[in-house]
């Protein structure tokens, strides 16, 4: 699977979508913010899709650079070219950057040098362009993810992250996940620290937010809100749900049956009748959908464990540890 | 997946007899007494056995405590959360590190006795493979902890069908083959005789002395009842229908059939005898709640495919409980 014939200390992972600046100038750009690290690195870009203008830039430089590129066949998304870069990743730090100017390139140093004290360390654009729609925008949008999470985080959009190899061998990343990344590791009991950098001066955006945006980041806070609360309870969040909802249309329909034994008002010309028996329905409904996640999460709680371990002392130490204790380097060996 | 059932390590070490998991959070008076308290109640019995302390995520230093007594004493075996993960995750982090024949449970507050842990193991080995404690003399405030908890007793007896007496007292014992199997999760530690009567375990109380709390803070309140009742229909429906999915939604959608086809046969008729078009609001309501019960009937087949593509198949849970009687005069006969 993966050869690791060079060990490095830092991968430093580029993901390519299509929105991407001059690579090779942004390449150096990186390299020269590593340089003060000290540090043996490599960089592996994950084309993903087909871009034959960045193959071009970058491809001559493969031999001068310690560079990898990945090329994606077609375009599966961040989260993916993530996971396809970190599986070609041979150092124990991981840096994933964006592939266009977002922050500073000198200031790259700073994430790599905060993993001393945290497991995953996210940038924050700070101070930051934009006007006051945007800011609007962006704090609401952070003040209801730390609503639900209790997190205080500023800036998920930022690209440049740095983390240790054991996070994202954890962490399962698809569809909008890396935007998640840092309330993902912290559910998984990583610590995780927002790091501030310096804007790029590049880093604009011309245009209008779309509705599509907007629509992104609710679904975002939702799917944090799930992941949060009910993952392993789902009844709790469709029950609830479900129950009101069968209790609001039961009300009504007892206000109907009293309004017709009481004061002979027919039922059969109310359209109220038709609003109760929807609601009601609705709400059967939802607590169906509530017990069928139960099943779900019933018939794979086996394999789904609610905790991480920090460390296990025991005598004698066991050859044959536990599950739960992930030893990665133990793991992979036993894969191969 | 949970494969050590045989009570036989892999190194052949000598298996304790009993274990004893604490899961503690915050409680770093109790710890030191507690383990002392726990080596005074057992040694005199005369029987091997081991303590699994579970520190989950304090924020004080338990774990440093539970890590000292750890390394002084190899009978103590250390996990530590990487944060916290509830008291559920911590019960079943114990059970699965745990690898005495006997799995006692005990809360890490000191108001369980451990000299009452000779009287559970005592109804163990008469045959017995859950015995849960009966605090019959609760020192606690009367209005705010013992009434709630008689009615929530009283309800979870009803409800589950397992007439215990003192659900909320974590002194429990399980026998190990039957315990490790269980599938714990979200916050079922408050039901855990309930959720393996899945696998129709024998079920025995007995009556333990239960001292005032001498440290910290109670960690529980009156608020939860709402998400116990959830739970509890959770266990229940989970209990009695996981592997019948489609009789538990046709359960459901039957009486929206009765309800609809009358309310539709009766606008039908009334339609025809009067020869006027039928009522609105009563034919669609009827047909409201027929499409409804149709949907429930299908996503009770989608219950029937979830746990066909599961794992609850494979985990037997009848067998762990069964005794087998054949003629052959070998040893075996007493299978567990």
Redesign the interface.
Known sequence: MIERNRKVQLSVIIPVGARHSDLAELFAEYRAGLEPLLMTHEFIFVLDGPHPDVLRQLEPLIDAGNLILVCLNRRFGESTALMAGFERASGDLILTLPAYHQVEGGQIGKLVAALDGADVAVGWRWPRAGGVLERLRRRAFHGMVRMVTGMRLHDLGCGARALKRSVLEELSLYGDRHRLLAILADR???KVAEIELSQSRLDRFEGVYLPGDYAHLILDVFTVFFLVRFT??P??FF??LGATMFGAGGLIILYLVADRLLFGQS????????L???VV?LG??L???G??A???????????????????????P???A???TRDPALERVVLR | ??T?TTNT???G?AVPKVSVIVPFYNEEESIEPLHAAVVAGLEPLNITFEMVFVDD?SKDSTAARA?AI??RD?R????????N??Q???M??GI??AIGEILVTMDGDLQNDPADIAQFLQKIDSGYDIVVGWRFQRQDKLVSRKIPSRIANWLIGKVTGIPIRDNGCSLKAFRGSVIKRI?????MHRFIPAMASIAGPRIAEVKVRHHARRFGNSKYGLSRIY?VL??L??IK??ASF?AR?LM??SL?ALP?LLTGTSLLGY?LV?ALLDGATP????A??GL??L??AF??FC?GA??EL??D????RE?QYATLTQRLRTRAPNTEAQAR
């Not at chain 1, 039922?267 to 038709?274: I, M, V």
């Not at chain 2, 103590?76 to 944060?83: E, G, K, T």
């Not at chain 2, 593509?309 to 609850?312: P, Q, R, V």
């Open positions: 998984q009991g990583f392993k309870k009844l709790r029950g609830t039922l059969s010309d109310r359209p109220a009748l038709l109760a028996a929807l329905v059967l409904q607590f169906a959908l017990l069928l139960e099943l779900i999460i019933f018939t794979h709680a086996q394999h789904l464990k609610d905790y991480r371990t920090a460390e296990i002392i025991q005598y004698p066991q050859p044959a536990p599950r739960t | 997946m949970r050590d390590n892999s190194t070490a995520g890590r750890a390394e190899p103590v075996r250390f996990v530590r959360f990487r944060r993960y509830g559920t995750a911590a079943a982090a699965d590190h599938p714990l999760y979200s916050d998400k959830l739970d229909l959770v429906t989970i996981a999915p538990w939604f459901l929206l606008s009334r009522s609105l609001p009563l669609g309501s409201i709640l499409a409804s949907i429930l996503s989608i219950g979830i746990y593509l599961g794992d609850s985990h």
